[in-house]
Nanobody, 120 residues
Framework: QVQLVESGGGLVQAGGSLRLSCAAS????????MGWYRQAPGKQRELVAA???????NYADSVKGRFTISRDNAKNTVYLQMNSLKPEDTAVYYC??????????????WGQGTQVTVSS
């Protein structure tokens, strides 16, 4: 079994910053892509940012220049630094990872989500 545990969400004023973390643990052989998604009330879940094991990144247009994704492969952890936050960034943020388990099988996992609320 593999678990993804997120932390770092909260309430912040517009223009502020937050840093999300997501640590993967369990029967992990390797982790390929990791990413952050978000879902606002009444909207579909959308990709915010993703990063490969080699460090290549991609971002949603709405967060480019404001958010930075990074990872620590030794710690099986992915981060999302969010700056210049806007009220429209308010959502539940979910961590996602493509994991190869110690049984050498590939699965996609989700974290439980962490709430980010940006007040105007």
């Amino acid at each position: 079994q593999v678990q993804l545990v997120e932390s770092g969400g909260g309430l912040v004023q517009a223009g502020g910053s937050l840093r999300l973390s997501c640590a993967a643990s369990g029967s992990i052989f390797s982790i390929n892509a990791m990413g952050w998604y978000r879902q606002a009330p009444g909207k579909q879940r959308e990709l915010v940012a993703a990063i490969t094991s080699g460090g290549s990144t991609n971002y949603a247009d709405s967060v480019k220049g404001r958010f930075t994704i990074s990872r620590d492969n030794a710690k099986n952890t992915v981060y999302l630094q969010m700056n210049s936050l806007k009220p429209e960034d308010t959502a539940v943020y979910y961590c996602n990872a493509d994991v190869v388990t110690t049984h050498l099988r590939a699965y996609n996992y989700w974290g439980q989500g962490t709430q980010v609320t940006v007040s105007s």
